[in-house]
């Protein structure tokens, strides 16, 4: 399980960068792609849809934060980064 710090921007590229929710992430198969007690390695793609919104980010520094983007219930696109919780 992973716990990130997250923060959404919108208006462009070079905009403020705003704090939003936490976002927790465990995806268990065969083997962890987001193991309960570890983190998704460098380079692993995770993407959601669902009626509450959907999303897909790119992990990096061996899991310690992510970008992307987001689409939250009744909003526009945003983008979306986070930073590993301790």
């Known amino acids: 399980m992973a716990t990130y710090k997250t923060q959404i921007q919108w208006g462009g590229p070079n905009a403020d960068w705003h704090d939003d929710a936490d ?18 390695g460098t380079g692993t793609q995770v993407s959601w849809s669902s009626p509450q919104g959907n999303g897909s980010v790119t992990f990096f520094e061996d899991g310690n934060r992510f970008s992307g983007s987001a689409q939250f219930k009744g909003e526009g696109p945003v983008g979306y980064r986070g930073t590993i919780k301790p």
């Open 23 to 40: 976002l927790t992430i465990v995806i268990n198969n065969r083997a962890g792609v987001v193991p309960a007690s570890g983190l998704p």
